[in-house]
């Protein structure tokens, strides 16, 4: 299904719409987020919806970066492996630092929780999620604006990947933000 025409669409930094990623134009529809690694964009291709994502190179404290563009191929093709539900790539401009992926429509995590809707099946299904990236050495970023529901199944929609460490595990990091506990609540109330 297209994207509403009828949203306010907002111009690239040059002043156009559309922009050619791989010989296909992609015009930006809105902004979907902004991470620590970039800003993701609602995109149309002519033919669906796509996400659009923009390297940034803007400073975070708590997150030391090297080639962001590469660093995202490569967790991508490490996260393939894992066999979980990520959103497929379909481009990517290492020049332009951008990266064209599948848009998976639905609620976020964050929204769910936010809103009173989170179901114990999501709980389980991040813990099957964790198994999978465990057994390959690995951690994803387990915050939940990263995970979309679509269909009652939920996607990693964001690449990130790092070397499993304990302290940043799901049981021991992510967990506290799967519900309303205090660091959910004193997230959302700093980001107002």
Known sequence: MKADDSKQKEPWKDGSETIIVDGRGYEKIRLLG?????????????????????I????????????KIQAEQNDYERLVKTGIRIPEMFAIDK????????????????????????????????REMCKKVYSFGLNIDYFPTNFVVQGGKIYYVDYECNEYMEQWDFENWGVKYWSKTQEFMEYVENSR
């Open 56 to 67: 940034h190179h803007e400073p975070c404290n708590y997150y030391q970066f090297g080639d």
């Open 95 to 126: 020049e332009k630092e951008i990266i064209i992926k599948e848009y998976i429509e639905g609620p976020t995590i964050y929204d769910l929780v936010l809103s009173d809707r989170m179901k114990d099946d999501y709980l389980a299904q991040i």
């Open 34 to 54: 902004h991470g620590k690694g970039g800003y993701s964009y609602l995109a149309w291709d002519g033919e669906k919806n796509c996400v659009l994502k923009q």
